[in-house]
């Protein structure tokens, strides 16, 4: 595969929209005010399961400046979706508390949020269930799991290979539901006009929202434009079209002005997405010298009633370690609970907390150095697929990740290191994430001062986007950045992949490459290095499709050092040091940025992240930033990322492996593995609350 000549990739290059976001001129999708713009606020379910009998809008509608009030008996109507979540207001089910059933549309945010309260809704309640349990009478096995990976895997005679194993690991390890909390919450400013549909939106992917919507209300996509300058994050929950966006641009066609409508913080623990909560069961057999003869790895989880969801919580256990016989299963139950669907690293952040929590347990039991256990377990070639893999490095990360954290000179008994009234422990865990890329397009033009201008929907969600493809662009082009505007964000340039996935600069790049190659042999043909105006495209479907088949993946491994006060339980991680192989680093500000922000989420999720069920109510308790706990700046005491350099000509034009999701994935586990060193005692469910270590 070629490569880009390589003058500005690798370079810490200063982010190219920055003085735009620290002057305040990056407009955002709610900062968008179009004339005669109206407030929508939307109006949640106050039961779990049932229907909506009837709403008394009289009050509503007598409040000043009010506009309309949009339940199902008045709303617009939609096209039957693939995905039921986006059906909104177009019958009077309840699938969840929380769940739109109304909107309220007002001149003014305030009157439109005091109609909104004013409603008086009659309800047909219904006994529900939203308890998650492994002995769940409803659990099923699906057909498949996110991102399309069969549901369950075999290899060999696994159960009798552990009941064989002279050493054996049999745990049960569990993770809380988890939310999505971006700091620019979901927001839509909707305007129809005789050209169709505009959507001022903060979305990771402006060409799905197109689709998506475009199909709903039964119009050609080129009739609907999305724009998303700037987006203040999303971690997964922003990746595809949810119930909001569809709401926004209901009312606005339903009462012929632009709407805008932002999520509270608090609705976005209902219908914004959440990481499903988990129960998972990791056996590991092994011979005396630490060598696994089997691994099966299986997970409970849960979904909505009206849309499966099943995140990949034992696929990355497949690729991990050599193992002759193994088994990965998924189950799943539907609950009377919102949707889960993407949270950054969905699949590997709960599925690695497991087994790398066993691997730390099975070090121990066979008086192995974790580190060296797994360079032992070290596998030839994808363990699951038989294919080679494209570039593991995953040794050289735990190797060097030793050196610098000077793992050597550790003592492995637990609890004996106190300092103070402070047990101190260390812990390691490996990471990995699969090195994905889908079809997008892109243009290049040569303007007609000497400059560069390339197009393509991609999206900025605080990443870094902009910068690198303005990188590689520059690259591409054989110039510099200063001559090379990248355009993004808006659905009516080239459309290409959403941001998610670990994939953007994968995916986006290989296509500005190829159009800015493109542009270079139209501009060689004419023969004219002056010439202007020259425009040239790129697709990059055959491309990926047609790329040889070898297993993709950037590795890693996290180290953390912990403090547990020994008269409270409290827990603090000192320091965490990550070391990855992820293919050429473009950018190593923007990069070090993405690795530190995923191991801050991976303590977080270690740490403070659980959001809470009332199964009588049917709703999470805990739905704000004051009850539901993140890691704050205090929390982050030592942290720091590097990586080893890696030469992949097999994935693309650039050399690279997705960076955004990795960091998140061992870091649990590095810092559970460590509070095990620090006191001796085992958390195998997340968080690690102090109350679980004072008993």
Known sequence: MTTTARKYVGTALDRVEGMEKVTGRARYAYEHSPDELVYAVPVQAAIARGEVRAIDVQAALTIPGVIAIIWHRNAPRLAPPDNAELSVLQSARVAYRGQYIAVAVAETLQAAGDAARSLSVDYASEPHDTELRADHPGLYRPEKVNAGYPTDSEHGDPDAAMEAAPIRVDAIYSTPAEHNNPMEPHATVARWDADGLTLYDSTQGASAVRATLAALFAMPPANVRVIASHVGGGFGSKGLPLAPVVLAALAAKHVSRPVKL??????????????TPTIQRVRLGADADGRLTAIVHEAIEQCSTIREFVEQTTVPTRIMYAAANRRTTHRVVRLDVPTP?????????????????AMDELAIA?????????????PDADPESGEPFSSRNLVACLREGARRFGWTDRDPTPGARLVGRTLIGTGVAASTYPAYRSPSQASARLEPDGRYTVRIA?????TGARTVLTQIAADALRTSPDRVTVEIGDSALPPATLAGGSMGTASWGTAVVRACEALRERVSRSGDVRSTGLEATADTKEEIGAQERLSRHAFGAQFAEVGVDVDTGETRVLRMLGVFAAGRIVNPKTARSQFIGGMTMGLSTA???????????????????AQYHVAACADVRDIEAVWVEEDDPHLNPMGTKGIGEIGIVGTAAAIANAVYHATGIRIRDLPIRLDKLLR
Do not use: K
């Open 458 to 462: 991609a999206t900025d969600i605080g």
């Open 366 to 378: 066979c008086g192995i150095d974790p580190v060296e256990l797994r360079v032992r377990n070290e």
């Open 607 to 625: 740490l403070f992240e659980e959001s809470l069920m009332d199964r009588e109510f049917g709703d999470y308790l805990n739905r704000d930033l």
């Open 262 to 275: 932002a999520v509270p913080r608090q609705q976005m623990f209902a219908v914004t997405g959440y990481r």
């Open 341 to 357: 669907s993407w949270m950054r690293a969905p699949g590997e952040a709960p599925g690695m907390f497991a087994l790398e929590s």
